[in-house]
């Protein structure tokens, strides 16, 4: 059966990209990107409004997709605390007074 899930997997095999982040995934015109536009076109998924860019990106559309999938793994790792590791804090930063 070709889901959307091994279709889109698929395409990552061929381009050597599962496993890849976010950033790599989406990159606008890479054919890796194109194919993924294409599908999501082509099948109808993706609203014509984020096609033409008029209401959302679609390289962001595109990667919010793969991550629902479950085709990327986490975009930001976190520490024990549940903040991003490159969490910086404003206000804490100085010693205070």
């Known amino acids: ?5 091994t279709q889109i997997k698929n395409i990552l ?5 599962l ?3 976010l ?3 989406a990159e606008i015109g890479s054919t890796l990107y194109d194919e993924l536009f294409d599908y999501y076109a082509g099948s ?3 609203p014509y409004g984020v096609m033409k860019a008029r209401t ?3 390289d962001e559309w595109i990667a919010d997709r793969l991550y629902d999938l479950g085709l990327v793994g986490e975009e930001e790792q976190n520490d024990p605390n549940g903040l991003p590791l490159n969490f910086t804090d404003k206000y804490h930063d100085e010693e205070m007074a």
């Open 1 to 5: 059966m070709n889901t959307e899930y």
């Open 13 to 17: 095999i061929k381009h050597d990209a």
């Open 19 to 21: 496993g890849q982040d």
């Open 23 to 25: 950033d790599t995934l």
């Open 44 to 46: 109808g998924e993706m």
């Open 56 to 58: 959302g990106m679609p």
